[in-house]
């Protein structure tokens, strides 16, 4: 049946005008340029994933509410060095735009609290192991009684059922279960993992717009969901060409270093002071790379006029490439390189990284003050939009900042009572 333009409509404004009311404890209005100003987060996640989501939905400018355990919190407050002031880079990397309430939910009187926190609540994303909210009346099923415009979102190792759901997850165990281990690493040595978790944060990611997602629904239905993400899935996911190759032709993939399976040339070429990376992925490419590597005569050898051919006989054409760009500095090669048609590009260590003009000048760099830390610089938003914001706003939390600020502005609790919580251990 197709979906009727003014029930959309008429849900679309109910929708709006209960997220806007003027209510005690409504969503804070950062900017009418914000996309996500007057969503609130009830964050109730830690380490990578879960945090790099409501960080991406909090520089979107949703109000995001950190819920951490009174003793420690987050675990990353601990993983370091390096630490800053005693504060976890690690930490500082992943939670700018979060306020931070600590609540101990052993407790009735937490985990009441929390309900209240959904109830006001537009989203809640969790990454506990499945079972546990269970235990504490905070899973789905159960505040969706109390809060059915609430879309709860689970970020888990392997799914919220099946046969590995109560298993920890964490990225590296994830991304060797899903193969991404066995096809990443140099030629016949031994599995390697990515230097970044990028299970973890493509987790994340997949969250952020499943989020998304269901909020643009909620404007339809006026109904909150469930959503599931799970890192092995995720990694599953983006096997891509990898997992095609092995489903529809039973072709088993290998680990190439930083060489490309399909494509030849495309890899890190070793050069006179450091390594350069090179993609050729077309023959009208190669041409190119042919003609300004001076190796015209390569292009009427039929091992490799097509990129089939060069596939098949890499072993012949990489030695041969590799001995020319090692007879050169990297710089020398940029400029050979620059203004033709191939994709290219310095393997950068990280002092070469946030000193790279095009890094500048997209602005990956963003200076914030943090509460004890003092000046810090974080990585900033990837994504630029243009008619709106997407920045940092409030530094990372020290652990448990917000607690009275958040009780008394959203809850409307008195000094009195706040107190009283704090006495009782309920809140630190």
């Known amino acids: 049946m197709r979906f009727s333009l003014v029930k959309f409509l008429s849900n679309k404004y109910k929708c709006e005008k209960w997220l806007t009311r003027k209510l005690s404890g409504s969503p804070e209005k950062n900017s009418m340029e914000d996309p ?34 009174p ?13 800053i002031n005693n504060e976890s880079a690690y930490f500082i990397s992943i939670n700018r735009n979060k306020k931070s309430i600590a609540i101990d939910m052993k407790q009735p009187q937490g985990r009441d609290l929390i309900k209240e926190l959904a109830i006001k609540s537009d989203v809640l994303v969790e990454n506990f192991v499945p079972g546990k909210l269970s235990s504490f009346g905070l899973d789905y099923s159960s505040l969706k009684q109390i809060a059915p415009h609430l879309i709860y979102c689970s970020i888990t190792g392997y799914g919220s059922t099946g ?8 990225d590296v165990i994830a991304a060797s279960m899903s193969g991404l281990l066995s096809i990443t690493g140099p030629e016949n040595g031994e599995p390697c993992k990515v230097g970044v ?31 599931d993400c799970n890192l092995l899935s995720t990694q599953v996911s983006l096997l ?47 041409k190119i790379l042919c003609e300004i590597l001076n190796i015209q005569h390569f292009l009427t050898d039929t091992k490799f ?18 001995n020319i760009f090692s007879k050169q500095s990297t710089q020398y090669w940029i400029i050979k390189l620059e203004g033709c048609d191939i994709p290219f590009g310095p393997v950068n260590e990280m002092e ?10 997209n602005k990956m760099v963003i200076d914030m003050v943090h509460s004890v830390a003092g000046n810090i610089k974080m990585t900033g938003p990837a994504v630029k939009y243009s008619d709106s914001n997407n920045q940092g706003r409030l530094p990372p939390p020290s652990l448990a900042e917000h607690t009275d600020v958040i009780l008394s502005s959203i809850l409307s609790y008195s000094k009195d009572k706040i107190q009283s919580l704090r006495d009782s251990k309920v809140i630190s």
């Not at 989501?53 to 995001?64: F, K, P």
């Open 36 to 69: 996500l100003a007057g969503i609130r987060i009830l964050d109730m996640t830690r380490i990578l994933a879960g945090p790099f989501c409501t960080m991406i939905l909090g520089d979107l400018g949703a109000e995001v509410i950190k819920v951490e355990n």
């Open 71 to 83: 003793v420690g919190g987050d675990e990353t407050r601990n993983w370091g060095p390096p630490f």
């Open 163 to 170: 046969p590995y759901a109560t298993r920890p997850g964490y």
């Open 197 to 227: 978790a990028m299970t973890d944060l493509a987790t994340g990611l997949y969250a952020h717009g499943a989020i998304m997602a269901a909020l643009f629904q909620r404007m339809k239905t006026g109904k909150g969901q469930k959503i």
């Open 240 to 286: 891509v060409n990898i997992g095609s190759n092995y489903l529809n032709a039973g072709y088993k993939a290998s680990r190439w270093g930083t060489a490309h399976e399909s494509i030849v040339p495309y890899q890190a070429f070793k050069t006179k002071d450091g390594y350069i990376t090179v993609g050729a992925g077309s023959d009208k490419q190669f």
């Open 305 to 322: 006029q097509t990129n089939k051919d060069r596939v098949k006989n890499r072993k012949i054409l990489i030695p041969e490439l590799n």
């Open 352 to 361: 070469q990284v946030f000193v790279d003009p095009q890094i500048i000048h």
